[in-house]
């Protein structure tokens, strides 16, 4: 053991003063700060190099850790001296480890068991299989007196056990930031790993929980007796007690209010008296904070006030910190390498092939379930702490030690870019047939995915979907998709909610959700022509598109509504939701079917929709894929006995060339409608020669005159002449709309009519692998 000395007289926790002569870091508080600085940049720096190349946080921040210490700049007594003194490592280490427990507790608070016992069938199976594998290759290795060689394992039978079983583990508090950080919460292969890691979780600890008992037995059968009660005095207060008491809270706690204050900090008191608890009965603290916030309610209010008050100091600063004083205990050049590198890479390939097998057997592609193994061996704070712990126990020594964390660095930092690069959510995407309007068959059904962020959404989705004219003979499956932020929650859900509609009284059957209410209501005012199928996604908006995606291709809708991101207050005040434009755009990019973005002019809280519809339409045609969809949808509106459909063709001025074959393509779809406009007289049809985008602006502001409710445009124009040879577009606010829709969208166009910008499907060919099977919709997916 390294015995460092100092004199506690230098220390003091304030400084008199650089202009006293005194040196800034001999005072515990200059010399934290410093070192927190120093720390953060390192970390953000190494994070910022390692990105491009798919690497985790933990490995940037246990990298910082070996640079910080003994194997480069600590090695050097003067940097050593004045900012990692001696005195300075307990205090570093200690508000490192109260700080990672309380961002355990949090991990706990946002996981949701239920979500085990909802998922289907073959990520648990996949889960457990992995595990056994593991363990059954990992076991032999270690009882074949190869861990005789290593010179500090000190409790041999012990450690081959418990390694055998942590080599096995797949924690979800190790998966969710992993897939996270990588947009794959929502796929499928995001879903598997969730589902699986959590039943590997409950067994493996389960295990972990009989090796130490077994161990204490050995050791003295009253010590192991007063351990094991000890442990379940603690459970039994944390379920009978404490989560009694959360719930309490959530139900005196008025919906749509946060918790007060004072219940915050009486669950705090509590985390620290479990953490005090679990360290003088000799138990692994971070198990005491994780299981008090298992049992207290996720989400809001309760869930995510707990978060919102922890989450950003320990993630943002104190795990970081954690991983860097892990990282500077080890010392590249004085490691002793005998066989636990072997151990580990048997540990690996055993948990890979677990779980390449009963992947492949459910007939999963091989390149997907090769990913999700890669994705299911990674390591991180779980096994950090587990090596911590197990050092502090003197169950391994200093050596050991260094080479399981280089482990837990260099798993990752190879399996996750190579899994990254293999799965690709969107090939799931990809279909044989043309999903949208304007292929189909007039009697077919219409489906569509309605996406509604909130209350302010349903007067225009229900408004558009009442201009879709529902009919016996091509009625309309509306699935309605709910897109809840995930707040407070550790792992998304999908929720399909089930409705009565045996109900003869006229009511929907659902009263607790004012959204899902009015669609229903809409249904039963248009009843055997419409139906509404309602569905809600708690997910993060950074993986929320998978979600759409993935319905869309399930339900095989022709097409995806969206609202726009922006919209304005009763004030005039422009409200933007950033991550909502975030969805938008990588739904507008992956889409299995048409998408359309809705822009409502008129959006409010309330979710009343006027008895009598009447709507003036005007179609804007450019020409292109895009336009003739719009078009599409525009001819159907023109069914309805209350819509007037008016169709401007912007034509290029002499002496400008376009594409002939996209402008067949539009005379043929523009010779239907016109042909219709003959017959019902509800269709206007008119013509503009444009050389310019200025000459379009002009024609598009005196929209306003002709007091049209909707005006409809597709989203590219590329192959249009006139546009490539503007500059506008590099000026664009938000070009996902397209040159047009971004101008339709702005503030500066200050106009009452609703928008409705749509982007037809590419075909982006044949399902990603042949003899995929897709799962049925919920399948491995958490679920209510």
Partial sequence: MDLQCYRAQDESTFNVGIWEGANPLTSSLSLLSVQLIFIILL???????????????????????IILGPSFLGSNKTFKKLFYP???????????????????????????????FHAGKRAPIIGIIGLIVCVAVVMPSCMSNMMSMEPDVLKVPMFMASLSVSLSINSVLVIVPILSDLNLLNSELGRIALSGSMTNDFVGWSMLSVIIVSEASAVSSQTAIWAALSIVALVLFIVLVVRPFGLWVVEKTPQGKPVEEGYVFVFLLLLLLVIFYTDIIGANSFTGALILGLVLPDGPPLGSALTEKIEIITKGLIVPLYYTVVGSKINLWHLTIAKMPSIIFLGVLGKMVGILLPSLYYKIPFLDALALSLVMVSKGIVEVMTYNFWMSIKLIDRNTYSILIVSVMLVPAICIPIASTLYDPSRCYAVYKRRTIQHLREDAELRILACVHDQS???????????????????????LLQLVELVGRLI????????????????????ADPIINAFLLHEQ???????????TTISPYASMHDEVCRMAVDKRVSLILLHFHQRTDIAGHIKANNGLRTMNKKVISGAPCSVAILIDRQATDTTSVANEFMHEVVVLFFGGCDDREALAYGERMARHPGISLTVIRFLPSRGIKDDQAERKLDNQSLDEIKAIGLRTRKVRYMEELVGDMENIVQVIRSLDRDSYDLVMVGMRHTWNAVMANDSLSDWSECPELGVVGDFLATAEFDSMFSILIVKQQDQGGILASAGYNAPVHGEDLPTH
């Fill in 43 to 65: 970390t953000q720096f190494l994070f910022f190099i390692l990105k491009p190349i798919k690497q985790p946080r933990i490995v940037a921040e246990i990298l910082a850790g």
């Fill in 86 to 116: 001696a005195r300075g490592e307990q205090v570093l280490e200690t508000i490192s480890t109260l700080g990672v427990m309380f961002f355990i507790f949090v991990i706990g608070v946002k996981t949701d068991l239920r979500v085990m």
């Fill in 457 to 479: 959404h349903v007067p225009g989705m229900l408004n558009l979907l009442e201009a879709s004219y529902p009919t016996i003979q091509s009625p309309i499956c509306v699935y």
């Fill in 492 to 511: 998304p859900i999908f929720i399909p909610h089930k409705i009565d509609r045996s109900i003869a009284d006229g009511t929907t059957g659902f009263e």
């Fill in 525 to 535: 005012s248009n009843q055997g022509v419409l139906s509404v199928a309602p569905f």
